[in-house]
């Protein structure tokens, strides 16, 4: 499917989906603590759908509720089938841990996408409580041969990727004698794990961190929660800055306090000059005269293509760093923004960790998504500013956002949508 997005004057208030991060700790906990959990407010999508289907795969049920579902949990065994992953990283690592904690072979199964990214250093660390794993990344199949332990110790390098580390810390509370996990590099997304721990928290289990050698120390186990799921603030990232960049637009039911790293969207439109008002749960972003900034983005990587645009549409030449990690995403998005870019007549700079864009022009253009749904929705919303902006592969915003074209024709975007 493409998408073409003419140039278009925004206005409106609208709520953007559930957390996909916390959507997926959630089901994972619930899955694990025996009794029955209530989960509000599930991300309804791609990568929502994936996670679901794999825990009841290992032997959770998982029904519809009023409001959300409910998870009957705490039976979890090796699935006599493949479990499909879909292109969802959180759910193929975090399930990888869990299943090394399992008796006998769990197979799970990723899209091509997915099995390029690195993975190596948390079979590592699995491979240390004594399961056995097998990779095969051409096929995107991953074989877990498990075990059930009283307790465990690893070691992990933390400047890779945080899920590697949630992904411990979640199989943590399946250890009856707990896990403890040490952390050998600096840790990147410290709020990913944040988020982690907090999610586990609320499901009974205790996480604590030794101050001296930064060690995790996971026990208990988890319990059955009434859990709620917060709005996703990556995909408020691209409404808001929609806003700032053809008119305005206003989100409903954020947290303000969240933990999720791309709360971080705030501060960087105000950077660029963008009219913020926050408030009880409520943000709204207009327009202005946009201006470069620098932003340094290494602990929002997800952030990365829509600060693209919002330096596109900014007078003068932005400076973007710590942004090599976003290379090893659903896509390399740092080409795939600079390749983009270009073709709308936007001149980029790229290095190893840095980006530099010159912004306050810009033209129409066809331009590829990736297959990914961050850069897909991101030239979205330059094309409201910019316009006929035609995007191809446009459906991959159902990994995350189905609705997305959808919420930007309800806040005045003219969306032509067609095969």
């Known amino acids: 499917m493409r998408a ?46 994936a996670v679901l289907e794999c825990i009841e795969q290992l032997g959770a049920r998982v029904e519809q509720g009023q409001g959300g579902i ?80 009283s307790s465990a110790m ?32 600096r840790l990147v997304s410290e709020r990913y794990v944040a988020m982690t721990v907090d999610c586990m928290r609320q499901f009974g289990a205790r996480v604590d961190k030794t ?11 988890y319990a059955p929660s009434h859990y709620v799921v917060e709005g996703d603030w990556s995909s408020a990232a691209a409404i808001l800055t929609l806003g700032a960049l053809a008119g305005q637009a206003s989100i409903d039911a954020l947290r303000l306090d969240s933990l999720q790293a791309d709360v971080a969207i705030l501060a960087l439109l105000g950077s660029a000059g963008a009219r913020i008002v926050a408030e009880d749960g409520n943000v709204t972003v207009s327009g202005a005269s946009l201006h470069a900034f620098v932003a340094e983005l290494g602990e929002a990587i997800d952030l990365l293509p829509v600060a693209c645009v919002l330096a596109a549409a900014a007078d003068g030449v932005t400076t973007l760093t710590g942004i090599s990690r976003a290379r090893e995403k659903e896509s390399d998005r740092v ?18 960790d840095l980006m530099r864009i010159w912004g306050g022009g810009g033209r129409s253009g066809t331009v ?24 191809e592969a446009a459906e991959s915003v159902s990994k995350t956002y189905p609705g997305f074209w959808d919420t930007l024709a309800s806040l005045g975007v003219e969306v032509a949508l067609y095969e």
């Not at 089901?27 to 990568?47: K, N, T, V, Y």
């Not at 975090?94 to 197979?107: C, K, N």
């Not at 400047?159 to 509370?173: E, I, K, M, T």
């Open 4 to 49: 073409t997005i003419h140039r278009s004057r925004t206005q409106g208030r609208v709520e953007v989906p559930s957390s996909k991060s916390y959507t997926i700790r959630a089901a994972l906990c619930a899955a694990m603590a025996e009794g029955d959990s209530f989960i509000g407010r599930p991300l309804d999508s791609d990568d929502g759908s």
């Open 70 to 149: 409910v998870v009957h949990g705490g039976t979890l065994r090796a699935p006599r089938a493949p479990l499909w992953c879909r292109e969802s990283g959180a759910t193929f690592r975090f399930l990888a841990a869990i299943a090394a904690t399992l008796d006998g072979i769990t197979v799970l199964k990723c899209a091509p996408s997915l099995a390029r990214r690195p993975v190596e250093p948390l079979l590592q660390a699995l491979r240390q409580t004594g399961a056995t794993l097998d990779f095969d990344a051409a096929a995107g199949e991953l074989a877990v041969t498990g075990q059930t332990l």
């Open 154 to 185: 690893v070691t992990l390098p933390g400047d890779v990727s945080s899920q590697f580390l949630s992904a411990l810390l979640l199989s943590g509370p399946m250890y009856s004698g707990g896990l403890v996990v040490a952390v050998s590099t």
């Open 211 to 221: 101050p001296a050698d930064g060690r995790f120390h996971v026990t208990g186990s």
């Open 335 to 352: 080409m795939a923004m600079a390749e983009g870019l270009s073709q709308l007549g936007i001149r980029v700079e790229v290095e190893r």
């Open 368 to 391: 590829s998504s990736a297959g990914d749904h961050r850069i897909a929705m991101a030239f979205g919303i330059l094309g409201a500013r910019v316009g006929a902006v035609t995007i």
